[in-house]
Structures are given as structure tokens and as C-alpha cells.
């Protein structure tokens, strides 16, 4: 390819290019023109996301804690019940 091939390229990709930005700025322009979430949108659901997996995270450690202490006390979990809902009626 010569150099006015080339020249005569660039120049119909850079008036396409231009036709391009001035139908964005249109505000009467009728494209269609699919985009995705806001990227503060994202972060939020990753802020969500994290925050339910140290909720997951804090349940499944205070389940754990709470088994070893039953083991360790020798208690059933009818017996741990019981005293919750006695806890619980003293409020």
C-alpha cells in the first residue's frame, strides 16, 4: 500500500471517527447505544457482597464458638434453647 492509500485511509477512519463523536453529542440523536451499569453501582454491589460474607464469616465463627461451648459444658441444644427463651421472657 503507498502512502496515499494510507493517507486517504486515515483520513476516512478520522471522518468517520469525527461523524461518530458529533452524533454523540446530539442530543436528538436516536442511537441506541448499549452501556452498563455505573461503575459506582459495581462498587456498591461489591461493598454489598463483602459485607454479607463477613456476616456469613462472623455467623459460621459464633457457630462454631457456640458448638465447642456446648461441647465443652456438656449442654444439648434443647437445653441451650430452653435457657435462651428464659433470657429472653426476663427482658
Excluded at 496515499?4 to 436516536?30: I, N, T, V, W
Excluded at 459495581?42 to 458448638?67: C, K, M, P, T, V
Aim: no cysteine; charged share 40%; glycine share 2%.
Amino acid at each position: 500500500m503507498d502512502e496515499r492509500d494510507k493517507l486517504r485511509r486515515f483520513r476516512e477512519l478520522d471522518d468517520a471517527f469525527g461523524d461518530a463523536l458529533r452524533e454523540l453529542d446530539d442530543p436528538d440523536s436516536q442511537l441506541d447505544i448499549p452501556t452498563g451499569p455505573p461503575v459506582r453501582s459495581l462498587e456498591e454491589q461489591d461493598q454489598q457482597l463483602d459485607r454479607q460474607q463477613d456476616e456469613a464469616s462472623r455467623e459460621l465463627a459464633f457457630e462454631r464458638q457456640l458448638n465447642a461451648l456446648m461441647k465443652e459444658y456438656a449442654q444439648s441444644a434443647e437445653n441451650v434453647r430452653e435457657l435462651l427463651r428464659a433470657l429472653y421472657s426476663l427482658q
